[in-house]
């Protein structure tokens, strides 16, 4: 008997459907002839440490192994560097997997994460694949705030999400409302406090949570080789949990979620000081100098703790709009990120870069804007 036609396909579990996919940064312009700059992910624009590249290309002997799936090695360079017990750390494809990792662990369908309004989109993609409810904070002057949110959380919160310093707006809370946010939360809500960007703040008042999560139950610190470290394609994140939510996590991730090259040049780049400084003395150099310089055309720049800027555009009803200027820098090869998906439809985000790149697209904008 053949079956009914409604029966046939697959179906995806209800509410698959309704996610909207991660839209990433371009990276191809239109026209096929130019190779663009790509300003438009965050990405390390020195590219990586030397000592980690020597390391990933010597790991192609042995692609016939499968990898350590405890990260002994990693864990261990991990616990040393940042003083942190071994058996809690947590290891990912990218810091992206320990989100879903956590969401998948903790959220039955009906329950909720609480995160901010401009958040990171894939807290909510995960959370939304387990079939739990996404709650937003306002974030008024485009930061975390700490009342918004805890004024979000209920009987079935379970996690609460926000990275600091944040994506896409490059502003931060300190150590204060990072704490007054922790003590606000029920024992059993975790706080995720997401650092992929935490090694370029060096503002007084900040730090990256790992001291507030060594004596809390119910704090995650996640961190990332993609953004200092420059080993994005890698994809290698780790988390700092209290020990059962490690030990959780560790029961349903994939065996081996990081490949051997990724494992073995994240150690080599924890160790490379040097290309950690330039990488963070080149975000210093010319942070400052492109909010400077944009405000000196007319453009709000957003003060950044991060490897970025988020551009302002006026309002305007005669204006020059974001996406505008996003097409005219696209043409003249320089790709940085326009960000409706996120709700701000007249901000650009732009990844800071070389001298060159920065000055060349100050220079684009000062045209743009006048026309
Ligand atoms: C706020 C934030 N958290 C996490 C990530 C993900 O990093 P990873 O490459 O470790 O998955 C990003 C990447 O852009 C990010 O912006």
Redesign the pocket.
Known sequence: MTPPASKTAPRAKSGILDIQAYVPGKSKAADPTLVPVKLS??ENILGCSPAALAVYQAGADHLNRYPDSTNADLRQAIADRYRLEPERLVF??????I?ALLNQVYLEPGDNIVMGQY??T?YAIGARACQAQVRYADEPQLRTHVDNMLALVDERTRIVFF?NP???TGTIIDDAEVARLHAGLPGDVILVI?G??AEFCTERGFSDGLDLARTAGNIVV??????LHGL?GL???WGYCPEPVAAAVDRIRLPFNVNIPAQEAAIAALADQDFQERSLQLVQTWRPWLIQQLGGIGLEVIPSHANFVLVAFPQAPDRRTAAAAEAYLAERGWLVRGLKNYGLPDHLRVTIGLEQHMRAVAEALAAFMKG
Do not use: I, L, Q, W
Request: charged content about 25%.
């Open positions: 992910s965050n990912g494809c990218g810091s992206d997997e989100f958040g990171f894939a990275a944040s994506n896409p997401d992929a960007y996640t961190r990332t080789f993609s953004k994005e994809r290698v994140g």
